[in-house]
């Protein structure tokens, strides 16, 4: 399993990702790109968060979604729904 770090998507914020489901994919756009506050000095990564916004009015269940763009390929995130509004859903994922 690839361990991702949060300066691999910097350069990714406002792209466009394909989150692949069963009989199709849909697209979500990086959003937003946060660090997170440090519980364990020793871990092998700095914690951070991933927000990403579908234009999609379904709401996915929170589960782990291969998704792939042209710089990382594809990875599997562990996303959780944090809303819908009139442009969609927010997503996050969150890494420590």
């Known amino acids: 399993m ?5 300066q691999s998507f910097g ?10 489901v069963a009989g199709g994919s849909m697209h979500l756009t990086l959003i937003d790109i946060q660090p997170l506050k440090a519980h364990d000095p020793n871990s092998q990564r700095a914690p951070f968060s991933l927000v990403f916004k579908s234009n999609v009015q379904h709401v996915l269940p ?3 979604y291969r ?3 042209a710089v990382q390929g594809e990875v599997d995130m562990f996303l959780v729904p ?3 509004d009139a442009q969609g859903v927010t997503y ?3 890494y420590n």
């Open 2 to 6: 690839q361990l991702l770090q949060m």
């Open 11 to 20: 350069a990714q914020a406002n792209t466009t990702y394909e989150l692949l």
């Open 62 to 64: 929170q589960a782990v």
């Open 67 to 69: 998704v792939r763009n």
């Open 82 to 84: 944090l809303g819908r």
């Open 92 to 94: 996050q994922a969150v």
